[in-house]
């Protein structure tokens, strides 16, 4: 194995170094191998993967059989970074057997090395859980898009004093309970500093503002492929997609005016075996 493998050790290291750590999603074994490739820290196989893969309107709808497809994928391609696993919506929900059984599912099944679940003080007693397990856990509070419907929508949290302290104890709550890093999602930058100072774990935002440990993106929003709906976090690094459309354009149109395939895209024949095909074929 590569010296280069990101470990739990090099993440909290960054921290400690105050390494500022890189993040982005992945579902599949090409991008996968492009994140490896872009010496990103941590690849997230997400279950985004439900509206940026599978067009689903929101996460709720992945299950179990989608995750563990899509990091067997990612995990051919993804060597060097550290992979997480996504626990779909009700996966962990249920009891905490159920979460350390799916859990380790995740893991044996489809590769990854480590689990994220979305929740704070009360999914606290199932990240200690899990993690007792031997299976590490990454948390998720602030904006939970699995829950997103009960906190009103995909709106910032932790506006005023009072939701600022539940997110605020949540990180407590998830350091306490052994998790090896969290996600902070969609909270006022100001409260994403206090929350990553709070903690000794690596905090990573997302909407979090620069005073974290580190940044993540879901990359079909970072490259502009998925522009359905663009939050007001994503800083879009490119536009794929109107390339990808502009290329799927131009193939049409040549195929229709015979343009493709030119001769240097199409397989000759020597000439006497196609002299001898026809005579064949005049039999
Ligand atoms: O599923 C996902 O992509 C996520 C990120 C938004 C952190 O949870």
């Known amino acids: 194995m590569s010296t280069d493998k990101v470990t739990i050790l090099d993440i909290q290291q960054a921290k400690d170094d105050n390494r500022k750590l890189t993040m982005v999603t992945a579902y599949d074994y090409p991008f996968g191998l492009l994140a490896d490739e872009a010496g990103i820290d941590i690849v997230l196989v997400g279950d985004s993967l439900g509206m940026v893969v599978m067009g689903l309107e929101g996460t709720v709808e992945v299950t179990m059989e989608h995750m563990i497809h899509h990091i067997r994928a990612v995990s051919r391609g993804c060597k060097n970074p550290f992979i997480v696993g996504d626990m779909p919506f009700m996966s962990y929900n249920t009891s905490i057997r159920d979460a350390i059984i799916n859990a380790g ?88 500093k206090l929350v990553a100072d709070a903690v000794k774990v690596p905090v990573i935002g997302i909407g979090a503002g620069p005073d974290v440990d580190g940044q993540v993106l879901v990359t079909h929003d970072l490259i502009g492929l998925f522009d359905k709906f663009v939050p007001k976090f994503v800083k879009q690094y490119a536009t794929i997609r109107k390339n990808i459309l502009d290329a799927l354009t131009e193939y049409k149109a040549e195929v229709r005016e015979m343009k493709f395939p030119a001769p240097e895209h199409s397989f000759t024949m020597p000439t006497e075996s196609l002299e001898e095909l026809e005579n064949l074929l005049e039999e």
């Not at 590769?111 to 929740?119: D, Y």
Request: aromatic content about 4%; charged content about 20%; hydrophobic content about 45%.
């Open 105 to 192: 599912r995740l893991l044996k099944e489809g590769g990854c090395e480590s689990i994220k679940l979305e929740g704070g003080v009360d999914f606290a007693p199932t990240v200690a859980a899990i993690v007792k397990a031997g299976i590490p856990v990454q948390g998720h509070i602030g904006l939970t898009p699995q829950t997103a419907g009960a906190l009103g929508g995909f709106k910032m949290q932790g506006r005023d004093a009072a939701a600022a302290k539940q997110i605020l104890d949540d990180a407590r709550a998830l350091e306490d309970a052994g998790v090896f890093s969290m996600i902070l999602e969609a909270v006022p930058a100001p409260l994403g």
